[in-house]
Every structure is written in structure tokens, then in C-alpha cells.
């Protein structure tokens, strides 16, 4: 069975500082990892993909994969009070669907 | 573009009662996903679809039916509601998943409790 395993916090960071949110998986096969922030009580909402080992950068967002180790992580920098959040990780494994994890809550303080 | 659009939004069922999750959309998406998701339990797949007429179970079917006559349309349905399926309902669509890189785009949810 897939699975996707992410710490669930809280994590507490202040305005300003680097939020850094992992994520492991278990099927060494999966190809697209994405990470999806959920604002309390809405819907996911994509905010990064990565397919290749390395770092991808979009504004304050990196995401970095590492399919050696199985881990993908997101970092954001500069954080906002605006950025608390739940964080979602999802993997899929070359199959139709997504296999997500329970998510991280991120909390920034002003 | 309303992109995913899900009906109702609340909704409140006796036990015993049946009612179909409506979720429409107009991307021209051919694969679509109902979730459930309960508090600090992330998302869990009920059934999706890769295109009409084509429907598979995901992690949690039972006391779940779906059905795709249409590209746009997955209705979700609650046969004989229980307490167990009071939870946050999601539908999710994407294009075809050739090379496993297209993100699910998600509607707003329906929240369900059953009494």
C-alpha cells in the first residue's frame, strides 16, 4: 500500500522566517509529487509540482525532491501570517490517482 | 470558467436517508475524484472516473455509487446514510494522467452531517 507520511504539527514559525514542511513516501516508483495548501474549512489549492530530483523555485516557494531518499520537501520563505495553512503532500505513481498525506499545519506568527 | 463546481454546499440527513453529491465541471477534464475528508485524516478516495462510463472504487466505496453519463458530470451517491459518513466531501478533476504529471483541481467541498 502507498503511503505518504507527513509530520502534523503545528508547525510555529515568525513573519519573516523560512518554513520548511517534509514529506516521505513509501513506492519508489512515483514520478509527480505536488503540494497543495488548505486554508481551514476551503478546498486544496495547488501551489507547487516537481518531477525531477533537485530544487523548483515559484516566488517564495521552493520544492525539492530527493527520490533517493523518497522525500520531497517544501520550503517558504519569508513567511506570512497569510501563509497558515494546512500543507498537503501528494504522490502519484504513475496510476490514475493521487495518494496525499494527512497534511502539516503551518502556523506564522506576527 | 467556474472551473469545479459542487452542490450543495451543506447538507443535513437523517440516518436511513439516501441523496446524490452533485459535481460539474467545465475544463473539459476526462479524468474526475470524490474524497472524503474527516478532521486530521487528510483526504481519502471514495471512487473516480477516466472518462465516461468508466468508473473504479478507491480507498473507502462502501455505502457509496457513482456514475459518469458524461464528460462534465460525476454525481456521488449516499445510499441508506450513516453517522460514519458525516465528513467534507471533495470532487477533484484533472486531464489524463499520460506521464502521471497532471495536478487534480478541486471544487469547494460539501459538508455533510448525518443524525
Known amino acids: 500500500q502507498k503511503e505518504v507520511e507527513q509530520n502534523s504539527g503545528p508547525l510555529s514559525v515568525p513573519e519573516g522566517a523560512i518554513a520548511s514542511l517534509n514529506c516521505t513516501y513509501s513506492?519508489?516508483?512515483?514520478?509527480?509529487f505536488f503540494w497543495y495548501r488548505q486554508y481551514s474549512g476551503k478546498s486544496p489549492e495547488l501551489i507547487m509540482s516537481?518531477?525531477?530530483?533537485g530544487d523548483k523555485e515559484d516566488g517564495r516557494f521552493t520544492a525539492q525532491l530527493n527520490k533517493a531518499s523518497q522525500y520531497v520537501s517544501l520550503l517558504i520563505r519569508d513567511s506570512q501570517p497569510s501563509d497558515s495553512a494546512t500543507y498537503l503532500c501528494?504522490?502519484?505513481?504513475?496510476?490514475?490517482?493521487?495518494?496525499f498525506g494527512k497534511g502539516t499545519m503551518l502556523l506564522v506568527s506576527p | 470558467n467556474a472551473g469545479v463546481t459542487q452542490t450543495p454546499k451543506f447538507r443535513i440527513l437523517k440516518i436511513g436517508q439516501s441523496m446524490t453529491l452533485q459535481c460539474a465541471q467545465d475544463?473539459?477534464?476526462?479524468?474526475m475524484y470524490w474524497y472524503r475528508q474527516d478532521p486530521g485524516m487528510g483526504l481519502k478516495l471514495i471512487y473516480y472516473?477516466?472518462?465516461?462510463?468508466?468508473?473504479d472504487k478507491g480507498e473507502v466505496p462502501n455505502g457509496y455509487n457513482v456514475s459518469r453519463s458524461t464528460t462534465e458530470d460525476f454525481p456521488l451517491r449516499l445510499e441508506l446514510a450513516a453517522p460514519s459518513q458525516t465528513s467534507v466531501y471533495f470532487c477533484?478533476?484533472?486531464?489524463?494522467?499520460?506521464?502521471?504529471?497532471?495536478?487534480?483541481?478541486f471544487g469547494d467541498g460539501t459538508r455533510l452531517s448525518i443524525l
Open positions: 477533484a478533476s484533472s486531464y489524463s494522467q499520460t506521464g502521471s504529471r497532471q495536478p487534480q483541481h
Open positions: 513506492d519508489r516508483g512515483s514520478q509527480s
Open positions: 516537481i518531477y525531477s530530483n
Open positions: 501528494a504522490v502519484n505513481s504513475g496510476y490514475s490517482t493521487l495518494t
Open positions: 475544463m473539459n477534464h476526462n479524468y
Open positions: 472516473s477516466v472518462g465516461a462510463g468508466i468508473t
